[in-house]
């Protein structure tokens, strides 16, 4: 297995998590991190919905965070996208900066 992969991901923030500006609540943020989910496994496009709703800057790049080995997230990000087979998107992952979905691409 290769030490690093490629994956993109959408990243919903609420207030008071690590770096946010969003004034979403916690509860709300994951209901809507639930509602995008349901959207990707009847077949939306994980980059057009990362462009559309992610709070993270790599959403201009449909959520691409390029190549990364394992370590360089955080431990919960890192946990769920070395789990990963190529193509396959996560469930719902809880970090300290918010809710995320990922998808591993490579």
Do not use: N, W
């Given at each position: 297995?290769?030490?690093?992969?490629?994956?993109?991901?959408?990243?919903?923030?609420?207030?008071?998590?690590?770096r946010?500006?969003?004034?979403?609540?916690?509860?709300?943020?994951?209901?809507?991190?639930?509602?995008?989910?349901?959207?990707?496994?009847?077949?939306?496009?994980?980059?057009?919905?990362?462009?559309?709703?992610?709070?993270?800057?790599?959403?201009?790049?449909?959520?691409?965070?390029?190549?990364?080995?394992?370590?360089?997230?955080?431990?919960?990000?890192?946990?769920?996208?070395f789990?990963?087979?190529?193509?396959?998107?996560?469930?719902?992952?809880?970090?300290?900066?918010?809710?995320?979905?990922?998808?591993?691409?490579?």
């Amino acid at each position: 297995m290769s030490d690093q992969i490629r994956a993109a991901h959408i990243l919903l923030m609420y207030k008071g998590s690590m770096r946010s500006q969003a004034s979403r609540t916690k509860e709300e943020a994951l209901s809507a991190i639930s509602e995008i989910m349901e959207e990707i496994r009847e077949g939306a496009d994980f980059g057009a919905m990362a462009r559309q709703y992610s709070d993270c800057p790599s959403s201009e790049d449909g959520g691409d965070l390029g190549f990364f080995p394992k370590g360089a997230m955080v431990p919960e990000f890192d946990m769920a996208a070395f789990k990963l087979e190529p193509g396959e998107t996560s469930g719902v992952v809880e970090t300290p900066f918010g809710y995320h979905l990922i998808q591993r691409t490579d």
